[in-house]
Structures are given as structure tokens and as C-alpha cells.
């Protein structure tokens, strides 16, 4: 069975600080990873996914992840965090070759950017 | 192009009562899922659907239901509804195939008082 996990539930950063925020995944079969933020209120919005070739994976709003086999990670990144920032980001994943686009995701990790 | 689109946006209902929730996918969009958002259980799916068939369900009871037309639009119902259904209903949409970007709804908010 897959399954996601995020670490760090609440995550603090200062504007222009490095932004980290970690996803482990467990999967019998390839996976396709994806991360999705959610601003208050709102639906989600996807930042990035992957899906096969290229493991450094380039997002909107200058967010990035990198699919790591080996550490069975996909960890979100962003050089230098802004204010509009500050949301809630889910890591998800999803089977390949699977007969379903049926998405488990991790439990969340917000982010507060100070300024 | 017109983003996935759920109604109602807001709705109060009674314990024992049921609900529909209504979803209009992506144009071209053959394959429309729910989902479930709670604050103690996170996202939880709950049902795919693809060309009117339901292709893949969540661990959920016989209470929740779903359907797809032959247009792709499709409901969503939750019947003698509990205190617990009270959660953030999302809709998603996407392409046939896999890997495919899977593109949500701004959700019902679905309060049971």
C-alpha cells in the first residue's frame, strides 16, 4: 500500500530564508509524487509534480523538488521565502500503471513566514 | 478555460438529513474524483469516476455515494448525515490516462448541525 508522510506539521521560515519542507513516501510501484498548496479557504492548487525522467522537478512560484529513489523522498524547496508564502502544502502520491488517478496524501505541513 | 467548479460553495445541514454536492469538471475532463478534508483525518478520498463508471472508492460507508454523467459533471451524496460528515467536500478533475495533473475545486463546505 502507498502512503506519505510529512514531516514537521508546522514549519517557520523568515522572509528571503531557505524554505524546506520534507515528504517521505512508501510505494510497491513507481510512483508519481506531487505537491499541492492550499491557502486558506481555498481548494488546492498544484506546485509541481513528477512523473518519470528528470528528478529535479521545477514548480511555480519558484518552488522545486527533488525525486529521490534511493531515500524514497521528495522534498519541497524554495531559495528564499516570501510572505504570500504562508499556506498549507500536502505531498501526495500516486500509483503508475494503476488503473485509477486516486491521490493519498501526506497530513500537511503549514508554513509561516515571519517577516 | 474555466477551472473546476463546485456548488454549493457553503451549506448547512440538519443531522439526518442528506446532501448532493454537485462538480463541474475541466472541459475535456473525463475523470473527476472526491475527496474528503477534515482537520483529524486530512484528505481522504473517497471515489474516482471515469466515463459514468466508478473506477476506484475509499474506505468510506455505504452513506457516500457518487455518480457521472455522460457529460462528466458529476454529484456526490452523503445520506442521514452525521455530526462527522461536517468537512471540506473537494472535487478534482483531470485527463484521461495517468500522471496526468489532477486539478481541484475551490471544495463545498459542508457544516452538520
Known amino acids: 500500500a502507498q502512503s506519505v508522510t510529512q514531516l514537521g506539521s508546522h514549519v517557520s521560515v523568515s522572509e528571503g530564508a531557505l524554505v524546506l519542507l520534507r515528504c517521505n513516501y512508501s510505494s510497491s510501484v513507481p510512483p508519481y509524487l506531487f505537491w499541492y498548496v492550499q491557502y486558506p479557504n481555498q481548494g488546492l492548487q498544484l506546485l509541481l509534480k513528477?512523473?518519470?525522467?528528470?528528478?529535479l522537478v521545477k514548480g511555480i512560484n519558484g518552488f522545486e523538488a527533488e525525486f529521490k529513489k534511493s531515500e524514497t523522498s521528495f522534498h519541497l524547496t524554495k531559495p528564499s521565502a516570501h510572505m504570500s508564502d504562508a499556506a498549507e502544502y500536502f505531498c501526495a502520491v500516486s500509483e503508475s500503471g494503476g488503473a485509477t488517478n486516486k491521490l493519498i496524501f501526506g497530513t500537511g505541513t503549514l508554513l509561516a513566514v515571519q517577516p | 478555460k474555466a477551472g473546476v467548479t463546485q456548488t454549493p460553495r457553503y451549506l448547512i445541514k440538519t443531522r439526518g438529513q442528506q446532501v448532493t454536492l454537485s462538480c463541474s469538471p475541466i472541459s475535456g475532463h473525463r475523470s473527476v474524483s472526491w475527496y474528503q478534508q477534515t482537520p483529524g483525518q486530512g484528505l481522504q478520498f473517497l471515489f474516482e469516476?471515469?466515463?459514468?463508471?466508478?473506477?476506484n472508492k475509499g474506505n468510506f460507508p455505504g452513506r457516500f455515494s457518487g455518480r457521472q454523467f455522460s457529460n462528466s459533471r458529476s454529484e456526490m451524496n452523503v445520506s442521514t448525515l452525521e455530526l462527522g460528515d461536517s468537512a471540506l467536500y473537494l472535487c478534482?478533475?483531470?485527463?484521461?490516462?495517468?500522471?496526468?495533473?489532477?486539478?481541484f475545486g475551490e471544495g463545498s463546505w459542508l457544516t452538520v448541525v
Open positions: 513528477y512523473t518519470t525522467g528528470a528528478t
Open positions: 469516476y471515469f466515463s459514468e463508471t466508478q473506477r
Open positions: 478534482a478533475s483531470s485527463l484521461s490516462g495517468f500522471g496526468n495533473t489532477i486539478y
